[in-house]
Nanobody
Framework: QVQLVESGGGSVQAGDSLRLSCAAS????????LGWFRQSPGKEREFVAY????????SYGADVRGRFTISRDNIKNTAYLQMNNLKPEDTAVYYC???????????????WGQGTQVTVSS
């Protein structure tokens, strides 16, 4: 079992950048595929990015492709989401998720963090 803790959220201006971190506990971090999702009030949870367990495969949601970059460091048991050129519509709670199976953009990951708030003002 893996436990996930997100950090790095905050309030920024449009055009700014943020880097979110997802710290995982447990000795088998490299056995899990990871995803980032987000949810804002009144909206369904949305897929943001995915990275395979060794980092060789990534995938992005259409709204963030070209602006966000997902990465991971299996030595530090941490995943990252670099978010550039942020827009007000990126405002949401961002969640990290992990699963030993390949889920990619499916929301049925087995393990989830508590989320971190990102607020982008115009």
């Amino acid at each position: 079992q893996v436990q996930l803790v997100e950090s790095g959220g905050g309030s920024v201006q449009a055009g700014d950048s943020l880097r979110l971190s997802c710290a995982a506990s447990g000795p088998t971090f490299s056995s899990y595929d990871l995803g980032w999702f987000r949810q804002s009030p009144g909206k369904e949870r949305e897929f943001v990015a995915y990275i395979s367990r060794r980092g060789g495969i990534t995938s992005y949601g259409a709204d963030v492709r070209g602006r966000f970059t997902i990465s991971r460091d299996n030595i530090k048991n941490t995943a990252y989401l670099q978010m550039n050129n942020l827009k007000p519509e990126d405002t949401a709670v961002y969640y990290c998720a992990a699963d030993p199976s390949r889920r990619v953009d499916g929301g049925d990951y087995n393990y989830w963090g508590q989320g971190t708030q990102v607020t982008v003002s115009s």
